[in-house]
């Protein structure tokens, strides 16, 4: 049994910083990529940033040069920095974990972040 945590959602003011984390626990399998997504209420889910296990990242145009991915593999864990934060970064973030192994992914329950004055 896998299980994520997520922590580091709140409400910040709009150009202020937050930085999330997700910690996977439970059985150890080799983890493959590690993501975060976002929901903001009306809309589908969408795609922030990716890390590979290599270090390789990706992220959606709307927040380069404002997010950072990073993961720490010996502790399994993903975290994503957010600064110059925007109203439009409201959302409801979610930890994804690809497990090759298990040939799925394992998402958290997610984090909301507040983008308001």
């Known amino acids: 049994q896998v299980q994520l945590v997520e922590s580091g959602g709140g409400l910040v003011q709009p150009g202020g910083s937050l930085r999330l984390s997700c910690a996977a626990s439970g059985r150890i399998f080799p983890i493959n990529s590690m993501a975060w997504y976002r929901q903001a209420p009306g809309k589908q889910r969408e795609l922030v940033a990716l890390i590979t296990r290599g270090g390789r990242m990706n992220y959606v145009d709307s927040v380069k040069g404002r997010f950072t991915i990073s993961r720490d593999n010996a502790e399994n864990t993903v975290y994503l920095q957010m600064n110059s934060l925007k109203p439009e970064d409201t959302a409801v973030y979610y930890c994804?974990?690809?497990?090759?192994?298990?040939?799925?992914?394992?998402w958290g329950k997610g984090t909301l972040v507040t983008v308001s004055s």
């Open positions: 994804n974990v690809n497990y090759p192994t298990l040939g799925m992914d394992y």
